[in-house]
C-alpha cells in the first residue's frame, strides 16, 4: 500500500491516558525484544506525546554497557527497526531518560546496586517512585529474578510497583503453577502483567467490539446458527535459528496454548458486565473451563502434530524440519499442530472449534473464520452448482479486516445466486497502519490496565486444555508418528482427515 | 468507568474558626478509625481540587435551609434537589438549574429573612429538602480527590472569614474495605478578608500531591488570590462559556498559556466531537487530498458567546497551517464576524462566524450548532457540514449545503454536565498540546481585532 498522506486533523485529537511518569526497569536489556521491539514501541510512543515528560528507561543486563553505549544501541535499534529517529531534539529528549544498569539477575547484591540507582533517578527524575518491571528474559530467569525482587522488597507496594512477564508463562500445567504461586508470594495479582502480545492487535481488540457494540451479530453468534469455527494461524517462515528454544516446545507450546486460545476465547465469550479488566478476563476463564478436546478417550481422533518435511516455498527449495540447524536426529517436536475442540456449555454445545497452526505453510494468515449453517431449504440454484454457505471472517492479519460472505442474484435472466463478499478493511476505512501490539500493551501496563493480559487463572485453564496433548507428545515416540506434510502446502493428510470426518472442510485461505 | 457511586457523609458541614481547620479535620479521621464502631475510612492521597466559586446559590440556598451540603462550588444532585425545593417554593418553575432571576430571587428572600428576623420554614422544620439528591457521589467525588477547598467571595460587608469543614466518601466499586475520603473546606468571605488570609489558604494544600484550581469566573491574572491559587497547580481549570467577555477573555488566557501557566478549558473539551467528527471527514482516502483544497468556513452558535466557535475555527487553522490575515466584525442579525486567512497553497480562506439567536438557550452558553467546510474549487469533492441534533441543519443545507459530500449529525454534548467534564479533566496528568496551540492561533486572530 502506497504512503497514505496523513490526516493533519487527527493530529493530537487522542489527548487522553497518558501513563504517570515512572521508570521502566527492562531486564534482558541487551536482547532482541528490547531492541526491536520495546524501544521503538516506546519512541513511536514519545513522538505521538503519549508518554510523560519524565519517563526513564533503565535497561538492565549482564553486559558491562555504559549509559550512552546502551543510548547508540537503542538508537540504531529505532533506525533499523522502525521510522527512525526523526527530530534530533525529540531523540536527545528520549535519550536523556535512557539509562543502563549492569545487574546479574542470579545475584542479590545487584538487586540492591539496582534498587539505589532506581531511587538516585527518581530524585532526578521526578518519577515518584512508579516502577514498571519488564522481564524481557528467558524463562529460566523469572524466578529468580521474582524472588530476588521480593527479597529487596521492591515489589511491595501495589499501587507504584508492576512487572511484566513475557511468554512463555511455564511449560505445562505444573510449572505454570508453580510460577504462579511465585508470583503470589512476591506481589498481588493486580502488579502482574502477562504477556500475549496478541490481545495488543487492533484486529483482535476489534473482536469484542465488533461482537458486542453492534446488536445484530450477538443473537446469531451460537450453536443455533453456527455450524463450527475454524481458528488458523499460518506462517510461512521455518524453524530458523530459534530451533534451540522451539525444540523443547514446539507449535503446541509456542502457539496454542497462548494465541490460538486466546483467540478463541474472545470468539466464545459471553459478554461481559463492564469493560473492567477483571470482569472481562472472568468471562474468558469461564469459556476457558467448559473447552475440552472434542474426544478425550481418543485424542488421536481430535489432534494431529505434524512437521514440515522439505519442499518448495516461492519456487525455492527448503529444508524439512529434521534438517534444519540445531534440530535433533529423529525430533518429534511439532511444528504443526490441528486440533478439535468442544465447549460444553448452553451456548457452544455442540459446535466444534477447529484450531490449527503451523511453520511453512503456504500463506502467512491469522483467521478466524465463523461458518454459519445451511439454508433449512435451498430454493435457488446457485451458478456453479454449490452449496454455499454464509462465513464470517475476520482477519487478524494481513489486510486487516472483517468480511462477510453471502449469497447474491447473480445479473441476468434467471433467478441464480452467487457468492459474494461483504468486506471492511482497515486499510481503506481509517486510513491507518495499525499500529504494532507491544505500542498498545506497553502503554497499558504504563497505565495500569490489567485488560490485555492474562490473569493467573486463565493461564493455568489454557494449560490445562492442552495438557492432555502435553502428556501424550511429550513421550518418546518414533519418528513416523510424527506425520509429515510437504513445506508449503496447508499441511498432512492426517488433518484433512481429522475435519473431514465431521462432513467439513478446511478453508483454504 | 462508574458514572454514579453512592456517598457516605463522614461529617456534614459544621462551622469551625479559621485557627483550628486541621484539628477540626484530624479529630474527623481520629473517630473513625481509632474506635472499633466508627466507619473504616481514610482520606484519599490523590490530589487536591482549589475550586473559586463567586457564584453564591449554595450559600444562599444554605442560608435559607434548603440545602445542607457542603458549601464546595460542585454542583451535584444534592444542589440540583435544592434549586427544585426552593423553585418550588416559591412558585417558579422546577428547572434545578439556577438562573439570574432565580438568583436575584434568592437574594431579596435573604433580605427579607435577616430584616424580619423570622426563618424560613425549612429551618423551623427540620427538614432536609435536599436529601433527594444526597446519598449519589457527583463526578468529581468519583475521582477521589484528597481535599476540596472552596473559595467563596461574598459581595456582603466584610465581616473576616467564615469557614466550614466536612467530610464525605464514594463508595466505589472495589474490593478494599475501606472507605477513600475527602475532606471539604469552605472559606466566605469579602475578597479583600480572603486576600488577607492567603497565606493560610496557601497551607491548606496538602504538600507533595498535585493540585488542582478551577476558577470558575473570568481569568484575572492581576489578582493577588489569582496568583497565590494558580501557583503551582498542576492546571487551572476554567470555562470560556461562562466568559463575561469572551473576546478579551481568551486573549488574556492566550497570553497566559504563553507565559507557561498550565491552563485547561472545559469548554474545549465541549469541542470534542465535532473535532473527531471533523477529522473522520477527512478519514477516507479519497477525501484526504481535498483537505488542502478547503478555503471557506462557515460556523454558526448560539448567541450569547463565541468562545467554542473562535476554538473551533482556531484549531481548524492551526492544524492546516493558516495565517490569520484580517478580521472584520459586520455585525447585523447574526452579529457576523469575518476572518480571512492565508496558507501557503491558498491566498484567500474566508471564515465566517454567525451568532444566532436562540429563543431558549441551554445551560451552556454559546454551543456550536453548526459548520460548513467547502472549497472555492467546485470540483474538489471536500463540502463537509456538521450539524447538532437538536438545532438542526437548515441554515447550512441552503446554497446547495444539503448536496455536499460528507453531512453528518452531531450529537452535542451540551447536555453533559460540567462536572462530568471536571472529572475528565482531572484524569489528564499532562497538558494539551492541542489546546495550546488552538489558543495561539486565537490569539493571532484576536489580535487582529485590537
Redesign the interface.
Known amino acids: 500500500m502506497a504512503t497514505?498522506?496523513e490526516?493533519?486533523?487527527?493530529?493530537?485529537?487522542r489527548?487522553?491516558?497518558?501513563?504517570?511518569p515512572q521508570i521502566l526497569v527492562i531486564f534482558g536489556a541487551s536482547g532482541d525484544l528490547t531492541m526491536r521491539k520495546l524501544v521503538p514501541a516506546l519512541y513511536q510512543m514519545k513522538k505521538e506525546?503519549r508518554l510523560?515528560?519524565e519517563m526513564t528507561i533503565v535497561g538492565v543486563a549482564r553486559r558491562p554497557w555504559s549509559d550512552d553505549y546502551f543510548r547508540e544501541q537503542m538508537r540504531q535499534g529505532i533506525e533499523d527497526f522502525s521510522d527512525g529517529i526523526g527530530n534530533q531534539e525529540l531523540w536527545q529528549d528520549f535519550a536523556a531518560g535512557l539509562f543502563y544498569c549492569s545487574a546479574d539477575m542470579d545475584k542479590q547484591e545487584d538487586y540492591q546496586k539496582l534498587k539505589a540507582l532506581l531511587e538516585e533517578i527518581d530524585g532526578k527524575r521526578g518519577t515518584r517512585g512508579n516502577r514498571v518491571f519488564y522481564l524481557a528474559v528467558s524463562p529460566n530467569f523469572f524466578v529468580p529474578a521474582l524472588k530476588n525482587l521480593g527479597a529487596a522488597e521492591m515489589l511491595k507496594d501495589p499501587l507504584k510497583s508492576r512487572i511484566v512477564i513475557e511468554k512463555p508463562f511455564g511449560r505445562d500445567l505444573s510449572s505454570a503453577q508453580s510460577l504462579n504461586r511465585v508470583v503470589q508470594k512476591v506481589c498481588k495479582e493486580e502488579q502482574v502483567y502477562r504477556i500475549d502480545h496478541y490481545l495488543g492487535k487492533e484486529t483482535v481488540q476489534n473482536l469484542m467490539v465488533f461482537r458486542f457494540a453492534n446488536a445484530i451479530f450477538e443473537p446469531i453468534w451460537n450453536r443455533q446458527f453456527i455450524d463450527h469455527v475454524q481458528i488458523t494461524v499460518a506462517e510461512t517462515v521455518g524453524v530458523e535459528d530459534r530451533a534451540g528454544y522451539y525444540e523443547s516446545s514446539g507449535a503446541l507450546r509456542d502457539m496454542v496454548q497462548n494465541h490460538l486460545l486466546q483467540l478463541l476465547c474472545l470468539t466464545g465469550m459471553e459478554p461481559p458486565n463492564v469493560l473492567t479488566p477483571d470482569t472481562l478476563r472472568t468471562e474468558k476463564v469461564k469459556v476457558l473451563q467448559a473447552l475440552r478436546l472434542a474426544d478425550l478417550d481418543n485424542i488421536e481422533n481430535c489432534s494431529v502434530r505434524a512437521q514440515y518435511g522439505s519442499g518448495w516455498m516461492r519456487g525455492k527449495p527448503v529444508d524439512g524440519y529434521r534438517q534444519e540447524p540445531g534440530v535433533k536426529e529423529g525430533s518429534t517436536t511439532p511444528s504443526y499442530v490441528a486440533m478439535k475442540l468442544l465447549i460444553d456449555n448452553w451456548r457452544w454445545q455442540g459446535v466444534p472449534f477447529y484450531l490449527r497452526t503451523g511453520k511453512r505453510l503456504p500463506k502467512r494468515v491469522t483467521e478466524i473464520a465463523i461458518q454459519f449453517r445451511e439454508v433449512p431449504l435451498l430454493i435457488f440454484q446457485s451458478v456453479a452448482h454449490q452449496n454455499n454457505v454464509n462465513i464470517l471472517s475476520m482477519r487478524i492479519q494481513p489486510n486487516e479486516g472483517i468480511s462477510l460472505r453471502f449469497e447474491a442474484k447473480m445479473p441476468g435472466a434467471d433467478l441464480r445466486s452467487r457468492t459474494v463478499e461483504m468486506d471492511f478493511s482497515y486499510g481503506?476505512?481509517?486510513?491507518v497502519n495499525t499500529s504494532d501490539a507491544y505500542h498498545r500493551l506497553l502503554l497499558d501496563c504504563m497505565l495500569g490496565d490489567q485488560t490485555l493480559f492474562t490473569r493467573a487463572d486463565e493461564v493455568e485453564e489454557a494449560w490445562r486444555v492442552v495438557t492432555p496433548l502435553i502428556m501424550n507428545w511429550d513421550s518418546p515416540a518414533l519418528q513416523d508418528q510424527v506425520s509429515q506434510y510437504e513445506a508449503g502446502t496447508w499441511g498432512p493428510s492426517r488433518a484433512e482427515w481429522l475435519i473431514n470426518q465431521d462432513n467439513r472442510r478446511w478453508r483454504r485461505l | 468507568m462508574t458514572t454514579t457511586a453512592p456517598l457516605v457523609s463522614l461529617q456534614a458541614p459544621k462551622d469551625v474558626s479559621l485557627d483550628d481547620i486541621e484539628g477540626e479535620l484530624r479529630a474527623i479521621w481520629q473517630q473513625n478509625n481509632i474506635s472499633e464502631e466508627g466507619i473504616n475510612a481514610t482520606r484519599a492521597s490523590t490530589f487536591t481540587l482549589v475550586i473559586y466559586e463567586p457564584e453564591p446559590i449554595q450559600a444562599l440556598l444554605s442560608a435559607l435551609g434548603f440545602y445542607t451540603g457542603p458549601i464546595d462550588g460542585i454542583s451535584g444532585g444534592r444542589t440540583t434537589a435544592a434549586i427544585k425545593a426552593a423553585q418550588k417554593a416559591y412558585g417558579l418553575a422546577e428547572t434545578g438549574y439556577s438562573s439570574v432571576d432565580f438568583t436575584q430571587k434568592l437574594r431579596e428572600e435573604v433580605i427579607k429573612e435577616r430584616e424580619s428576623g423570622i426563618k424560613s420554614l425549612y429551618h423551623a422544620i427540620d427538614l432536609a429538602p435536599d436529601m433527594a439528591g444526597a446519598a449519589i457521589a457527583d463526578a468529581i467525588a468519583l475521582a477521589n480527590p484528597c481535599r476540596i477547598v472552596t473559595i467563596s467571595p461574598t459581595t456582603e460587608s466584610d465581616e473576616g472569614v467564615k469557614v466550614q469543614v466536612s467530610a464525605y466518601c464514594p463508595v466505589q466499586k472495589s474490593a478494599s474495605s475501606t472507605l477513600v475520603c475527602c475532606e471539604y473546606i469552605t472559606l466566605r468571605g469579602t475578597t479583600d478578608a480572603l486576600e488577607r488570609i492567603g497565606g493560610l489558604i496557601t497551607e491548606l494544600v496538602i504538600p507533595e500531591l498535585p493540585k488542582f484550581l478551577w476558577w470558575k469566573a473570568s481569568p484575572e491574572p492581576d489578582f493577588a488570590l489569582f496568583q497565590r491559587l494558580a501557583n503551582q497547580s498542576r492546571a487551572i481549570i476554567v470555562d470560556s462559556s461562562n466568559f463575561i467577555h469572551p473576546a478579551e477573555d481568551l486573549l488574556e488566557v492566550s497570553k497566559m498559556i504563553d507565559a507557561g501557566m498550565p491552563i485547561a478549558d472545559l469548554n474545549w473539551l465541549r469541542l470534542a466531537s465535532w473535532?473527531?467528527l471533523?477529522?473522520q471527514a477527512?478519514?477516507?482516502?479519497e477525501r484526504?487530498?481535498m483537505?488542502k483544497e478547503v478555503d471557506q468556513v462557515i460556523v454558526d452558535y448560539e448567541r450569547g458567546n463565541l468562545s467554542q466557535a473562535l476554538m473551533y475555527l482556531g484549531w481548524?487553522a492551526s492544524?492546516?497551517q493558516w495565517q490569520a490575515v484580517s478580521f472584520k466584525h459586520e455585525g447585523g442579525d447574526y452579529d457576523l464576524i469575518k476572518i480571512t486567512f492565508k496558507s501557503e497553497l491558498k491566498e484567500n480562506i474566508e471564515a465566517e462566524l454567525a451568532a444566532i439567536p436562540l429563543g431558549e438557550p441551554g445551560e451552556i452558553l454559546g454551543d456550536l450548532i453548526s459548520l460548513r467546510l467547502g472549497s472555492s474549487n467546485t470540483e474538489a469533492d471536500c463540502t463537509t457540514v456538521l450539524c447538532s441534533s437538536t438545532r438542526g441543519c437548515m441554515r447550512m443545507e441552503a446554497g446547495g449545503g444539503a448536496q455536499s459530500g460528507y453531512i453528518q449529525q452531531v450529537s452535542s454534548m451540551a447536555d453533559q454536565k460540567t462536572e462530568k467534564l471536571i472529572g475528565q479533566q482531572l484524569?489528564?496528568?499532562?497538558g494539551?498540546?492541542?489546546y495550546n496551540?488552538t489558543l495561539k492561533v486565537v490569539q493571532e486572530i484576536l489580535s487582529l481585532r485590537y
Do not use: C, K, W
Open positions: 497514505l498522506m490526516n493533519p486533523l487527527r493530529v493530537g485529537l489527548q487522553e491516558r497518558t501513563p504517570e506525546r510523560p515528560p481503506s476505512s481509517f486510513g | 473535532l473527531e471533523t477529522a477527512f478519514d477516507p482516502i484526504r487530498p483537505i481548524l492544524r492546516l484524569q489528564r496528568s499532562s494539551d498540546l492541542l496551540e
